[in-house]
T-cell receptor, first 109, second 115 residues
Framework: KNEVEQSPQNLTAQEGEFITINCSYS?????LHWLQQHPGGGIVSLFM???GKKKHGRLIATINIQEKHSSLHITASHPRDSAVYIC???????????FGAGTQVVVTP | EPEVTQTPSHQVTQMGQEVILRCVPI?????FYWYRQILGQKVEFLVS????????KSEIFDDQFSVERPDGSNFTLKIRSTKLEDSAMYFC?????????????FGEGSRLTVL
């Protein structure tokens, strides 16, 4: 079973602060997804990465396959970044994902 | 920007009733998935579908569940006889490829409440 652990579970930051969310998984995989779940429940895919680093706007995701660890960073955080951030890893196939429990991020003005 | 659409956004049903949740994946995508999230719990994989058949399914996806692609656009999840524990948010997703890392596109979800 591929355990996917996220930390922290909850995070509160002031607007402008740098935020880091971590994800560790217990078996080797070739890619990892970072997802954002809106307060209304909808899910948006932020990144899918298999090595190194990806950047999209103020979001940066890194992955270390050897250490089975990934981080999601939010630079210059804003209240609209408030959401649950979820990492997910493929198990037997690319779409058969095992999900982390999510990190609830609240950014206050 | 192309998107995955799901209907209904919320459905309330009585225990024992049949429910069909509908999804319209992105038009050139080939792989389709259903996931569910019980309130307060992790998202869980239910089933993947490719070339008009199920590719993989989880232990959750028992005989009460079925999926089909009745036409070229819709992808449906049917629950034959709903139970209280089927209350959850159900997410459809699609991707263009599966043989290599493929980005997944999720719908907004269908919230099912079983009374």
């Amino acid at each position: 079973k591929n355990e996917v652990e996220q930390s922290p579970q909850n995070l509160t930051a002031q607007e402008g602060e740098f935020i880091t969310i971590n994800c560790s998984y217990s078996v080797g995989i070739s890619a990892l997804h970072w997802l954002q779940q809106h307060p209304g429940g909808g899910i948006v895919s932020l990144f899918m990465l298999s090595s190194g680093k990806k950047k999209h706007g103020r979001l940066i995701a890194t992955i270390n396959i050897q250490e089975k660890h990934s981080s999601l960073h939010i630079t210059a955080s804003h209240p609209r970044d408030s959401a649950v951030y979820i990492c997910a890893v493929p198990t037997d196939s690319w779409g058969k994902l095992q999900f982390g429990a999510g990190t609830q991020v609240v950014v206050t003005p | 920007e192309p998107e995955v659409t799901q209907t209904p956004s919320h459905q309330v049903t009585q225990m024992g009733q049949e429910v069909i949740l509908r999804c319209v994946p992105i038009s050139n995508h080939l792989y389709f998935y259903w996931y569910r999230q019980i309130l307060g719990q992790k998202v869980e994989f239910l089933v993947s579908f490719y070339n008009n058949e199920i590719s993989e399914k989880s232990e959750i996806f028992d005989d009460q569940f079925s999926v089909e692609r009745p036409d070229g656009s819709n992808f449906t999840l049917k629950i034959r006889s709903t139970k209280l524990e089927d209350s959850a948010m159900y997410f459809c997703a699609s991707s263009r490829t599966s043989g290599r890392p493929g980005e997944l596109f999720f719908g907004e979800g269908s919230r099912l409440t079983v009374l």
